[in-house]
């Protein structure tokens, strides 16, 4: 269920929107748009307060045939969802290319790929710092050496960075030298990474401030989350 709020009401009216949802036991997500600013209801019976809702002032209509899915649902963001990153933004008009090694095996490689996705007009430089591997004697990545590396090459090309994320343990160090967090499509079943990655968002939407995550999901199998050197949070569907 979502709850469509006039386009005019005060930051006071979202809030009290979003404690009266909060005190019937139920979570919400708060999404805006150029009209309105929406509140999905999350949690089992939320209809049952749909009344409650169109009785407040602040509310200009209530959609109880809202899918459940809210955090992916289009209802929820009816004008899609952008990733701002450094000056750029995923999901807009522009087309970002992301592009670099599967995984950084050295400096010269690392750098000579950076500099070749800058020259393409590449806006992300990609490589994997961890590699899991089935076989122990197989070649795992160069964990934070290789962050680093990117970290270099981002210094070097002006390229911001992403490279994968494989354990709930790997998260703070990855977070602190890459702008984007990235994960495989077998982790869509590794909740505990998921969890410790949404930990790290803040509520919130647009350029960001301060530190924080942003953070963007995809059913079809790929997943991408934000990390800031300089923060915030938003969900994009893609």
């Known amino acids: ?5 006039s386009p ?3 930051l006071r009216d979202k809030a009290e929107v979003v404690r009266l949802v909060e005190g019937y036991g139920l979570r919400v997500q708060v999404s805006e748009t150029d009209e309105a600013s929406l509140v999905a209801v999350i949690g089992q019976g939320g209809e049952a307060i749909a009344e409650v809702l169109r009785a ?3 509310v200009r209509e209530v959609r ?3 899918p459940p899915y809210t955090l992916v649902a289009r209802e929820q963001r009816p004008d899609g969802s952008r990733i701002r990153i450094d000056g750029f933004a995923i999901g807009g008009d522009e087309i970002v290319v992301m592009a670099g090694p599967c995984a950084v095996e050295s400096r010269d490689g690392i750098l000579a790929a950076a500099r070749a996705v800058a020259a393409g007009g590449g806006r ?3 490589g994997g710092a961890f590699k899991p591997r089935t076989s122990p004697y197989s070649f795992q990545g160069l964990g934070e050496e290789g962050l680093e590396l ?4 981002r210094a070097e090309t002006g ?3 992403v490279t994968e994320v494989v354990a709930t343990a790997e998260v703070p160090v990855v977070a602190e030298l890459a702008d984007v967090l990235q994960g495989a499509h077998f982790l869509h079943a590794r909740f505990d990474v998921a969890s410790t990655t ?4 803040e509520k919130g939407e647009g350029p960001c401030h301060g530190g924080g995550a942003r953070s963007a999901c995809s059913p079809a199998g790929g997943s991408l989350n934000r990390f800031g050197r300089n923060g915030g949070s938003e969900h994009l569907v893609r």
Not at 150 to 153: Q, V
Request: proline share 0%; net charge negative.
């Open 124 to 126: 992300i430089l990609r």
């Open 56 to 58: 407040h002032h602040a």
């Open 8 to 10: 005019d009401c005060s």
């Open 1 to 5: 269920m979502i709850a469509v709020l």
């Open 64 to 66: 109880t045939d809202a």
């Open 198 to 201: 949404g930990g790290r968002q």
């Open 150 to 153: 990117l970290a270099e090459a």
């Open 159 to 161: 390229l911001s960075v």
